[in-house]
């Protein structure tokens, strides 16, 4: 008779092996004894298990050592477990259909009418997602809470309950993260970004949002409306009632729309243009410092225009930064721009999606 608890900790150890190959690609038997710390009986047993359950498959791979003798690779079979990943814009709806591993099995996009309204969003990406994938998760630009979107400059959503929309739409259960948690868990899982604990991804669309994970998860209370956070007291009237808000502040707006013109500009030596981005990258600095005082990160991604901006104006970013930001949080930052670019929140949303499912099998 087995022993008590020698079945579950099988069953995590075949998660853990599955979790290790989605990761980190195709390895051999040899590799996932050293990552696991596992012996290589176990692997054998739990490597034996998913061939049978068709989530791995062993293949001839690429040659190793001075003889050149090709080693057997382990790697996950795609179309085993499928993740549905949508990303709401304010003027299309984009799905992809990831499988284990992370490669995109499908792909479609359907366009949205301006000031589109929850639950027409919602049919849209019904339309495309149908009943595909075992978890189905939502990217959308704003500040969301537990499925809801809170508030949304981009798409004009107050206070929508997009999980119960897409659920309504769909007759399944939906994830929804905000696209700023979505790029940084992309970032995290599949780009530049997985040596940061704490990893602010900056979102800039027609809003400002951002996006905290810690160890590339998506942590509840860590989706932040940057946009709103007042740096100029008693300035600008911003959409959302308040004065001064950072959205308002840098005519967010504008820079969603052309940002390459005015870096363009810039770097052509027109005055003002210059002028507008050293401005904006100071009110951007000193929103980040009451961000980064309030969260701790040690990584910032710079993504959607924030990325041209900071790239035209990182010294005044760097030094509204420093002046409002204790020097032992700062002294560990790393600021930088994402490397998935369009992608990120996509592939944030699936990986989110895997994270689940992976957990499920523990
Ligand atoms: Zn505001």
Not at 14 to 40: K, S, V
Not at 148 to 164: C, K, N, P, Q, Y
Not at 192 to 209: E, I, K, N, Q, V
Not at 342 to 362: K, S, W
């Amino acid at each position: 008779m087995a022993r008590p608890g020698t079945e579950e900790l099988r069953r995590r150890n075949r998660a853990a092996l599955l979790e290790q190959l989605h990761r980190h690609g195709p390895q051999t038997r040899a590799e996932l004894t050293e990552a696991l710390g596992l012996n290589r009986s176990t692997i054998a047993t739990i490597a034996t298990d998913l061939a049978e359950s068709g989530h791995i498959q062993e293949t001839t791979g690429r040659s190793t050592g001075s003889a050149g003798r090709p080693s057997t690779l382990v790697e996950c079979v795609p179309k085993a477990e499928s993740v549905a990943a949508v990303e709401i814009r304010a003027d299309r709806v984009r799905f992809a259909l990831f499988g284990l591993g992370g490669e995109v099995l499908e792909r479609a996009e359907s366009p949205l009418l301006t000031g589109v309204e929850g639950p027409a969003a919602a049919e849209a990406a019904a339309a495309l997602v149908g009943g595909s994938g075992a978890e189905a998760v939502a990217a959308v630009p704003g500040l969301v809470d537990a499925g809801a979107v809170a508030h949304s400059t981009e798409l004009g959503w107050t206070g929508r309950d997009v999980a119960a929309d897409l659920a309504a739409a769909t007759s399944r259960e939906w994830r929804v993260v905000d696209t700023a948690t979505a790029a940084a868990v992309g970032e995290w899982s599949r780009g530049d970004a997985h040596d940061a604990t704490r990893l602010l991804y900056l979102h800039g669309g027609r809003g400002l949002t951002a996006g905290l994970v810690v160890e590339g998860r998506a942590q509840r209370g860590g989706s932040i409306q940057l946009g709103h956070i007042v740096v100029e007291p008693g300035g600008l009237a911003c959409a959302c009632g308040l004065r001064g808000c950072l959205e308002a502040e840098m005519e967010a707006f504008g820079y969603a729309e052309d940002i390459e013109s005015a870096t363009a500009a810039a770097g052509m030596g027109d005055a003002a243009a210059r002028d507008g981005l050293r401005r904006s990258g100071e009110d951007l600095g000193r929103a980040l410092g009451a961000v980064v005082t309030a969260t701790g990160p040690d990584e910032i991604l710079f993504g959607g225009w924030l990325r041209e901006l900071y790239l035209s104006a990182a010294a005044p970013v760097r030094s509204a930064l420093a002046e409002t930001t204790l020097p032992h949080l700062r002294s560990r930052l790393r600021l930088r721009t994402p490397v998935l670019g369009e992608e990120g929140p996509l592939i944030g949303a699936a990986e989110t999606g895997f994270a689940a499912l992976i957990d499920r099998m523990r």
